[in-house]
């Protein structure tokens, strides 16, 4: 349990440890004197699982678009109306996609960083109950230390920590997790010191250097594409944040700020230092190739990409259609898509060991979003221990002295282990599968049977010991002529038969020269 109250009235909160995956549990909440009722939350499945990734719900932010001359009234009014958008936004996602097990919101979560109400109309959406939440810290939450106060922050760091936490804001400080082959790190870019950001996302992939995949969450939008901050505040954490990702393989960056929807191509970091930013023609001809502190790995638009260099820039446009703003005049270079619809959006990201799939949907049709499409990177496993597997069983074949029923059974293995290892998203389950298959058909291959020497005739007929006496010492008698070439055959190897037909030699032709010298006797 965790308890605070710093004039808010008392905030709880509880850890919940040692849940089992894809089971329901439930929970009260016991308020003023009295049990709420029940909800209920469901685990996902770690080892293949999707979430929410919404920007920027900015409760209490659509003031602008009432007219009133009460200020006060204005802003509650604002905040209500976002709220009521919000929770719309939310219901419609798990409708469409109940699969989701949890959600991620890249900051700015409330207009004003002091009004409760704002955070009420925030928390207060239906499917909250129920979804987990990771948030990052919005310019417009970073003023005050209310944020802390309603999130749970694991792998946070004490303010007074002046390695991984110098330069934080009153919200609080970056912070890390994992779920299934995920590693995911969330950065509070309101905090200029990318040295503390660096601290702590090494601290956070030497922790986990298992997972496979690396995800960091950030408001300010460094590789965005709208008005008015992909050349402000952005442009300048782009130049010493890419090289950090790049040095800690960065695969897909979560960002807000910018209330319109892009994507990036693969980028990486030019390798060069970048100290300042000529803002003098930031709209002019020039802007495309101003700043490039990036390289751009791929031209791919739309569809699957595998084992990609760098790393992709997600942009999310409002979740609740609070605030929106207007697309750059002319599209970056490094922009693979964007799109401004003026409605609300969130994305569905569906991961596995291989495979991570980002789609954005309109949140209030919940079809693909309008200039929009899926995008797939696929990180293939590693298939070298089946490979070699492969190539040891086809020598091993080569020998051809084995049965032909266990050649087939490692025949078939090997065209398992090639069907994996053609497939980009086979897990490394399946490909250790298919290994220890292919190895136990090879070890089970058996030899075939030694081939008869040509003198041989029947295991129930002794041979006559051919060194007893020379062949010379064949009786007349024991010798015939073949009609057929004139030469003569010896019939010895038959004298110790008593009776031919008392042997039983099914299917034995017996030659007819044979059968008039034994009937001459």
């Known amino acids: 349990d965790y308890y605070a109250s710093r004039g808010l009235g008392d905030v709880y909160k509880r850890q919940v440890k040692n849940l089992e995956k894809e089971t329901q549990y ?11 009722k029940v909800e209920s939350v ?22 602008n678009q009432i007219s009133s001359e009460n200020e006060k009234m204005k802003n509650e009014i604002a905040a209500r109306n976002d709220a009521f958008n919000w929770n719309k936004t939310l219901n419609n996602a798990i409708t469409a996609h109940p699969e989701v097990s949890f959600m991620l919101s890249a900051g700015d979560q409330v207009n004003y960083a002091d009004r409760e109400y704002e955070y009420a109309g925030y928390l207060n959406a239906s499917a ?11 310019n417009h939450d970073s003023g005050s230390y209310q944020y802390s106060y309603h999130f749970n922050t694991p792998n946070s760091f004490d303010l007074d920590d002046t390695t991984y936490a110098l330069g934080h804001t009153n919200a609080g400080t970056d912070y890390y997790y994992t779920y299934g082959d995920a590693l ?22 030497n922790e986990n250097k298992d997972k496979k995949w690396r995800i960091v969450m ?25 090289p950090i990702f790049d040095e800690f393989d960065i695969d897909v960056a979560l960002q807000g700020h910018d209330h319109t929807y892009s994507r990036s191509y693969q980028l990486s970091g030019d390798g060069k230092e970048h100290t300042a930013f000529d803002r003098s023609n930031a709209y002019g001809e020039d802007y495309l190739t101003q700043n490039n502190c990036y390289t751009i790995n791929s031209d791919l638009v739309t569809g699957t990409i595998v084992d990609p260099e760098g790393t992709v820039y997600m942009e999310a446009n409002s979740a609740t ?5 207007e697309l750059i005049p002319a599209q970056q270079d490094y922009i693979a898509e964007r799109s401004q619809t003026w409605t609300p959006s969130y994305s569905v990201i569906n991961m596995t060991e291989t495979a991570v799939t980002i789609t954005t949907y309109d949140a209030d049709t919940n079809k693909v979003l309008e200039g929009s499409s899926a995008y797939t990177i696929v990180k293939k496993a590693d298939t070298t221990a089946l490979n070699e597997a492969v190539e ?23 065209k398992n282990a090639e069907t994996i290892i053609a497939d980009n998203q086979s897990t490394s389950d399946k490909i250790a599968e298919a290994t220890a298959y292919l190895n136990e058909a090879v070890a089970a291959l058996k030899a075939k049977p030694e081939e008869p020497a040509d003198d041989d005739t029947s295991s129930d007929v002794s041979k006559p010991d051919d060194t007893s006496k020379p062949d010379d010492t064949s009786k007349p008698d024991d010798n015939i002529t073949n009609p057929n070439t004139g ?27 044979i059968k008039n010298k034994k009937s001459s006797k």
């Open 392 to 414: 040891a069983a086809k020598k091993q074949l080569e020998a051809d002295k084995y049965t032909d029923e266990s050649v087939a059974k490692v025949n078939e293995a090997i």
């Open 42 to 63: 469901k685990t996902g499945n770690p080892d293949s699982f999707s979430f929410l990734y919404v920007g920027d719900p900015q409760i209490g932010a659509c003031k």
């Open 128 to 138: 909250l109950a129920s979804l987990p939440v990771s948030t990052t810290i919005g």
């Open 184 to 205: 995911f790190i969330v950065i509070d870019t309101n905090n200029y010191n990318c040295a503390t950001h660096r601290n702590v996302i090494e601290k956070a992939v």
């Open 487 to 513: 030469n003569m055959v010896s019939v010895a190897p038959f004298a110790t038969l008593s009776v031919l037909s008392a042997i039983a030699l099914a299917g034995m032709v017996v030659p007819e020269a």
């Open 218 to 242: 950030f408001h300010q939008d460094i590789y965005g594409s709208g008005l008015d901050h992909s050349d402000s505040d952005g442009i300048i954490l782009r130049t010493q944040l890419t």
């Open 321 to 325: 259609g609070s605030k929106y703003y």
């Open 26 to 36: 439930y929970y009260q909440v016991f308020k003023n004197g009295e049990w709420q």
